[in-house]
Every structure is written in C-alpha cells, then in structure tokens.
C-alpha cells in the first residue's frame, strides 16, 4: 500500500543551523509528493510540492527535490530561524488519485536562538 | 480571499451523543476533504466530495460517520453515537480541482473531545 516516513521527532537546532528532514515513501507509480507546515496555533499549510521526478519544490528557503530512486523527498534548508519552529508533514498523493492526501506521522522542529 | 473555515472550533461531548462538524470551503473550490487527526499523528484521509457527490468514502472508519455537502459547497460531517476514540482534530480542506497536482487548502480544524 501507499505510506509515508518521516524522521522521528523532536529536531533542535540552533538558528542559522542546517536543516534536514528525512521523507521515504512507499507507492506505486509516480506520486506527488508534499510538505505541509502547522506553525503553533495556525492550520497546515502547504510549504512546497513537487509533482515528477527529479522535480525540486521551493518555498520560504526550503526545498525538497523528488528522488524516485530512492523514494525520497528530504525536507532541507540552509539557515533555520526561530520562526520555522512548526510541525512538518511529508504526504503524498498517489499517481492518478483524486487527491486522498497520505501523510506521515509528522516532525517537530524547535529552533533556539 | 476567505479561507477554508470550520465551525465550531472546539466541541466537547459525552459518550453516546450525535455531533456535527461544519466545513466552508473556498468559493469556487469543487473539491472538499475531510481529514481527522490524532494527537502526534498526521492527519488521515476520511472522504472526498467532488461537488454533490461522495466520491471517496473509503477512509469512514464506520457507519456511525456520515458527512454531506447538499449544495456543493458547505459539507458537514456526522457522528452519531460518539465514543472516546472518535476524540480528534477533524480538519476540512478544499482545492479547485481534484487530482493529485492540485494544492488543498486547509481549514483550523474542530477540536472533538467525547468525555
């Protein structure tokens, strides 16, 4: 069946640090992939996609880039501020699907100062 | 523009009761979703209405769950005798089109509490 993995949580960094969030995925075909972000109190909110292989989403300095050869879509940015501390889902959706978004179990960030 | 919004945002319950959850979608947005979603969890797929018309119910857990959208636009979602496990963020989301490019857009969620 479809499923998505994350890297388990929490993830504390320092601001300015590097930033990766591992994302595998299991499905057939060729999926749409997502990372969807809930800041604290707020509603989730689509970060970035990317819909083909080799493809790369971006948003806001993340990016993630759609690696069918290893079923990967690895969250990454290059310098963390305190305000992307939020929970990050990695979904998908499978290839010719109405849309049933299949997420993962979610990944806490905490971003010091 | 409006977003996606819910009502209410926290509805507390006993064992037994029937509750309903109501969804507004973006104006124009054909497709709808509702999502539950446990605490430390990612949110599950429930149903899917592309206008009227359930077109995926497969994610219901049981019959007690119904959820409905008459006019294409606002959907609500029934639960009728609520046990502790149906306890949960049920979140709504709509997008333009369905398809599985098309961005959802997410609602705040109705927090379900059944004492």
């Known amino acids: 069946g479809n499923s998505v993995t994350q890297m388990e949580g929490p993830v504390t960094l320092s601001e300015e640090a590097f930033l990766t969030i591992n994302c595998t995925y299991t499905?057939?075909?060729?999926?749409?992939l997502f990372w969807y972000v809930q800041y604290p109190g707020e509603g989730l909110q689509l970060l970035l996609k990317a819909t083909k292989a080799d493809d790369k989403g971006s948003n806001k300095g993340f990016e993630a880039t759609y690696r069918k050869e290893t079923t990967s879509f690895h969250l990454e940015k290059g310098s963390v501020q305190v305000s992307d501390s939020a929970v990050y889902f990695c979904a998908l959706v499978p290839s010719g699907n109405t849309g049933k978004l299949i997420f993962g179990q979610g990944t806490t960030l905490q971003v010091k100062p | 523009g409006a977003g996606v919004s819910q009502t209410p945002s926290n509805k507390v319950t006993e064992k037994g009761k029937y509750v309903e959850l109501r969804c507004d979608p973006i104006s124009g947005h054909t497709a709808l979703y509702w999502y539950r979603q446990s605490l430390g969890q990612g949110p599950e797929f429930l149903i899917y209405f592309q206008g009227t018309g359930a077109a995926d119910d497969s994610g219901l857990p049981n019959d007690r769950f119904f959820a409905v959208r008459p006019e294409g636009s606002v959907s609500t979602l029934k639960i009728q005798r609520t046990e502790r496990g149906d306890s949960a963020v049920y979140l709504c989301a709509s997008s333009l089109a369905s398809g599985d490019t098309d961005t959802q857009y997410f609602g705040p969620g109705t927090r379900l509490t059944v004492l």
């Open positions: 499905a057939t075909g060729y999926p749409s």
